[in-house]
């Protein structure tokens, strides 16, 4: 059964950074869109980041310039590096695996890890 756990995340002070990883069990990255989304209380899920089969990336826009995501398919390890962090980052971040292209449905997810980032 495909499974990803994520791992990574605390609580930080505004500016601090943490990286977040993403294990995968029985399947291969390389032929997955792999994302990384977002939850804060009381808000809907968001896309934050995501990598696609070749390597290229996308961002959403607050986190530009300042998050990278990246991943290693020879260990099936997802990254996602966060720098400057600011309170409104605080939320439960969840990895996810879409079959195919960035463009197809995110079918798997992990459990989550959160991230508290105080002012």
């Known amino acids: 059964q495909v499974q990803l756990a994520e791992s990574g995340g605390g609580s930080v002070q505004a500016g601090g950074s943490l990286r977040l990883s993403c294990a995968a069990s029985y399947f291969t990255y390389g032929r997955y869109c792999m994302g990384w989304f977002r939850q804060a209380p009381e808000k809907e899920r968001e896309r934050v980041a995501t990598?696609?089969?070749?390597?290229?990336?996308t961002y959403e826009d607050s986190v530009k310039g300042r998050f990278t995501i990246s991943k290693d398919n020879a260990k099936n390890l997802l990254y996602l590096q966060m720098n400057s962090l600011k309170p409104e980052d605080t939320a439960m971040y969840y990895c996810?695996?879409?079959?195919?292209?960035?463009?197809?449905?995110?079918?798997?997810w992990g459990q989550g890890t959160q991230v508290t980032v105080s002012s």
């Open positions: 990598i696609d089969r070749d390597g290229s990336t």
């Open positions: 996810a695996a879409a079959r195919g292209s960035c463009l197809g449905v995110f079918g798997t």
